[in-house]
């Protein structure tokens, strides 16, 4: 396996269950060449995220902890900065542009929640595909509205999808509108995550982007830059291998990652 890093994570300074240097150390600790902290921004109908005060303490924190472990691995201080987010994003070395809500009825209704499921129920008449529809035509904003540096968990509503539990991933009215909403983002962010974080979480077999979405990707040019959206020190790295394995799969020769230079590229 190539060199490992990680540029999506999170502390208790929002949804994440361990400090800051907790989760640096255990970065350190796998062999880590590099890890990006990446907080969720202020989002003002989420209590979990990061209001002013606690997102310019965890600045302060992330910028301590680059200085001390300064030679043992390289820290970036990114944000996840979600479509509805009312913060700035000024001074940040990476943004991840991420859509955990869609709009319905004035309300704002989680995607990636088990209770998705009743708003579908309730709202869609228990329609997935068109629950995806909205997600997707919101998500494919979320470049040109917050110009961020990589894309998200691009397609998010299938958390609790395994085996089809809830939709056929395949069926032309999915795969329409998650295709048109890549195509969208493309125009502003050619960098999309390759994300294991419900790999570990919910053991589902495969990340986010699907295997047919990553092919979809590559055959449109776009990169891809693996991360474990870790709240805990043992998703740090989580199926990383198995992940550069699909990859090739999929056609990608190499994925990206962050350094002093910007993004580069590093073979798989």
């Given at each position: 396996?190539?060199?490992?890093?990680?540029?999506?994570?999170?502390?208790?300074?929002?949804?994440?269950?361990?400090?800051?240097?907790?989760?640096?150390?255990?970065?350190?600790?796998?062999?880590?060449?590099?890890?990006?902290?990446?907080?969720?921004?202020?989002?003002?109908?989420?209590?979990?995220?990061?209001?002013?005060?606690?997102?310019?303490?965890?600045?302060?924190?992330?910028?301590?902890?680059?200085?001390?472990?300064?030679?043992?691995?390289?820290?970036?201080?990114?944000?996840?900065?979600?479509?509805?987010?009312?913060?700035?994003?000024?001074?940040?070395?990476?943004?991840?542009?991420?859509?955990?809500?869609?709009?319905?009825?004035?309300?704002?209704?989680?995607?990636?929640?088990?209770?998705?499921?009743?708003?579908?129920?309730?709202?869609?008449?228990?329609?997935?595909?068109?629950?995806?529809?909205?997600?997707?035509?919101?998500?494919?904003?979320?470049?040109?509205?917050?110009?961020?540096?990589?894309?998200?968990?691009?397609?998010?509503?299938?958390?609790?999808?395994?085996?089809?539990?809830?939709?056929?991933?395949?069926?032309?009215?999915y795969m329409t509108a998650a295709v048109d909403a890549m195509r969208e983002i493309l125009k502003d962010c050619n960098l999309f995550e390759v994300n294991t974080g419900a790999m570990f979480s919910l053991k589902r077999s495969v990340p986010y982007p699907a295997p047919a979405l990553l092919r979809e990707l590559?055959?449109?040019?776009?990169?891809?830059?693996?991360?474990?959206?870790?709240?805990?020190?043992?998703?740090?790295?989580?199926?990383?291998?198995?992940?550069?394995?699909?990859?090739?799969?999929?056609?990608?020769?190499?994925?990206?990652?962050?350094?002093?230079?910007?993004?580069?590229?590093?073979?798989?």
């Open positions: 396996m190539t060199e490992i890093s990680n540029f999506h994570s999170h502390t208790t300074y929002c949804d994440g269950r361990e400090s800051a240097e907790t989760m640096l150390l255990a970065a350190i600790g796998k062999g880590l060449r590099a890890y990006g902290f990446s907080g969720h921004s202020h989002t003002g109908f989420e209590p979990w995220t990061m209001d002013a005060e606690r997102a310019a303490r965890y600045r302060a924190e992330v910028l301590r902890l680059r200085e001390k472990y300064c030679g043992e691995i390289e820290v970036y201080l990114g944000v996840e900065q979600d479509l509805y987010s009312d913060a700035p994003t000024d001074g940040y070395d990476f943004v991840i542009g991420s859509t955990h809500n869609i709009i319905v009825n004035g309300e704002y209704r989680a995607v990636d929640s088990k209770s998705a499921a009743d708003t579908v129920a309730e709202l869609f008449g228990g329609d997935w595909y068109a629950f995806a529809a909205d997600y997707f035509a919101a998500h494919s904003t979320v470049a040109r509205v917050m110009r961020c540096d990589i894309a998200g968990h691009f397609d998010l509503p299938t958390k609790y999808n395994e085996g089809s539990a809830q939709f056929d991933e395949t069926d032309a009215r590559r055959a449109r040019g776009g990169e891809v830059i693996i991360s474990s959206d870790a709240h805990s020190p043992d998703a740090i790295g989580y199926r990383f291998r198995e992940t550069e394995d699909l990859l090739r799969e999929c056609g990608f020769r190499y994925r990206k990652t962050l350094s002093a230079q910007g993004f580069v590229d590093v073979k798989l």
